[in-house]
């Protein structure tokens, strides 16, 4: 079973810049899609960026433009580069499968805020 440890999560000024991470115990090579996830307080956990076993990636709407999501099938992680962050993607933000099919892992919280 694989289990996943995201970080680099923290407090931002809107605008600003976050790289997360995310570590997964075991091999993600066979896993055919990765994404990375959201959870702002009082909704519900929504999908933002996934890529692809042959490094296509797909972006929500609200994020397009602004975030990449990259992997390393070698190193086991997923990352995501947040650029020119929003009070609104303020977010405990989670990787995994998709569509997911591991245990969730702690997340890493994301406070966009002046």
């Known amino acids: 079973q694989v289990q996943l440890v995201e970080s680099g999560g923290g407090l931002v000024q809107p605008g600003g810049s976050l790289r997360l991470s995310c570590a997964a115990s075991?091999?993600?090579?066979?896993?055919?899609?990765m994404g990375w996830y959201r959870q702002a307080p009082g909704k519900e956990r929504e999908s933002v960026a996934r890529i692809y076993s042959d490094s296509n990636t797909n972006y929500a709407d609200s994020v397009k433009g602004r975030f990449t999501i990259s992997r390393d099938n070698a190193k086991n992680t997923v990352d995501l580069r947040m650029n020119s962050l929003k009070p609104e993607d303020t977010a405990v933000y989670y990787c995994n499968s998709v569509p997911p099919v591991y245990a969730w892992g702690q997340g890493t919280l994301v406070t966009v805020s002046s």
């Open positions: 075991g091999s993600i090579f066979s896993i055919g899609i």
